[in-house]
């Protein structure tokens, strides 16, 4: 293979063999090798599928937005900001324009699979609001769900008894991903209903009381959670893609 000038540093070339060279040495090409590999599959199945079409005047919207939040709206500053990162204009907008392009194909890659896949997920993307009262001795925890019982309050109890910093917030915790409750917390708070106390529950070498204060569930329209779920499975049809290329490295 031909050498080729990859770099001029101080009028001195590095070709194209000696960066690779570099890059393998501080152990960074497989990385490097990975990004193209990851663009090329990208591009192809692009052309595959048609190359979509992406109104000039989204990107142009998406680039003011960017600038507006980046505080880059004085054209000297932008542009100061563009030769700070190494790129011009119709660089930086080719960028946004692809990225406008990878999420049309995030969808159609992910599409027949996605409903599955947020059922399978569901249970850790629901959350449950939890108050918890925290002891070391099963039969304080029983005793106190007794007091709360015969009318004591529940914050109250957290306040003057719970060994965890939740006892300033009145047992509060806040909400949480139900998938990733312990066990036998889990399994009691799938069955309860809000305002429902669980216990005396043994989790992690204690005994707790817990109150459901309200059950938060996620929904796939939710854009955030459709997002993240199509970038879970873009990233899993990524690597099933990579590991069927073969790849042979060309420069001595």
């Known amino acids: 293979m031909t050498s080729q000038s990859f770099l001029i540093v101080d009028d ?3 070709f194209l063999e000696q960066a690779l060279r570099y890059l393998q040495s501080c152990g960074k090409l497989g990385l490097f090798i990975g990004d193209i590999l990851r663009q090329h599959i990208i591009e192809q199945e692009q052309l595959k599928l048609g190359d979509p079409q992406i109104e000039n005047a989204l990107v142009e919207q998406a680039i003011i937005d960017f600038r507006i939040q980046s505080q880059l709206t004085d054209p ?4 100061e ?5 190494g790129i011009d ?6 960028q946004f324009a692809f990225n406008f392009k990878l999420d049309k194909l995030k969808g159609l890659v992910t599409s027949s699979s996605l409903q599955n896949y947020y059922n399978e997920r569901k249970i850790f993307l ?3 609001v939890l108050s918890r009262i925290i002891v070391d001795n099963p039969d304080v925890a029983e005793e106190l769900r007794e007091q709360i019982e015969t009318g004591d309050s529940f914050e109250q109890m957290a306040r003057e008894h719970s060994l965890t910093e939740e006892r300033l917030a009145n047992g509060m915790m806040g909400a949480i991903s139900i998938g990733t409750l ?3 917390l889990l399994s009691e708070v799938i069955k309860a209903e809000a305002g429902t106390i669980l216990g005396p529950l043994q989790v992690e070498g204690r005994w707790g009381l817990f109150r459901v204060e309200q059950f938060l569930p996620s929904s796939l329209e939710d854009f955030q959670v459709r997002q993240a779920l199509q970038n879970e499975l873009f990233e899993r ?3 099933e893609r990579l590991q069927k290329l073969n790849v042979k490295l060309q420069v001595s």
């Open 12 to 14: 001195q070339p590095i």
């Open 76 to 79: 000297k500053r932008f542009q």
């Open 81 to 85: 900001w563009l030769n700070s990162k």
């Open 89 to 94: 204009y119709p660089t930086f907008h080719n």
């Open 126 to 128: 629901d959350r449950v």
């Open 182 to 184: 312990p066990e036998p």
């Open 237 to 239: 049809w990524l690597g």
